[in-house]
């Protein structure tokens, strides 16, 4: 008899040590699914944010015109949008190349000022800022003689941030100024107003 209690008793301990294992399975196996569950979550939280803020860090190029034109006032002088054709035509950037643009020239042939701000499609910034490149250089070779206008074209630059490409050749100078080596750098100061406002949205 008492060997039989013994044993009701030995089952018993067995079986209850079977089920509290099998709680703490299950417990280890559910923290083990929520805590994977959490770190999923933390990751594409933290990926959206990720997309947000560089959504945020990229700057509006017709805000990024508006600013320029502020920074000159008077003495920003083109008067003409930029459109598709143009950018193709004149400046030779096909519209593969770009995702949006926004620019002004001046409608009369004997005024050269320009703003141009590209933003090309990944990973193409470089040939963009090439190809505006090749634009200035054109330009100065089919310059005509006049001192102001070859001036003008020397000071003018061209800066990438990235995709961003933008081309610059703003401002008035002194029309008394006879030294060209002068005039240029008179001009480069007047470039430089506009680069420094262009490089504010990327900072």
Known sequence: ???????????????????????????????GESSAGTQAQT????????????????????????EVKGAYGSDYLPDTAVDEAALTETFGID????EEFAGEVCQAETRVDTFLAVRAVPGEGETVEQLLDAFRE?????ADQDQKTRAKLEASKTVRYGDDV?????????????DEA???????????????????FYE
């Open 43 to 66: 990751e594409a939280q933290t990926e959206t944010q990720t997309e947000e803020q560089t959504e945020a860090e990229v700057p509006d190029l017709n805000e990024v015109l508006e």
């Open 95 to 98: 519209p593969g190349l770009y």
């Open 1 to 31: 008899m008492r060997r039989s209690v013994y044993t009701v008793c030995a089952a018993l301990g067995a079986v209850l040590v079977m089920n509290m294992t099998a709680c703490s399975q299950a417990e280890n196996g559910s923290a």
């Open 166 to 178: 933008y081309y610059v050749m703003l401002g008035v100078c002194d029309d008394e100024t006879e």
């Open 138 to 142: 054109s330009s100065l070779q089919n």
């Open 182 to 200: 002068q005039l240029t750098a008179d001009y480069e100061m007047q470039t430089q107003i506009g680069l420094d406002m262009i490089d504010s």
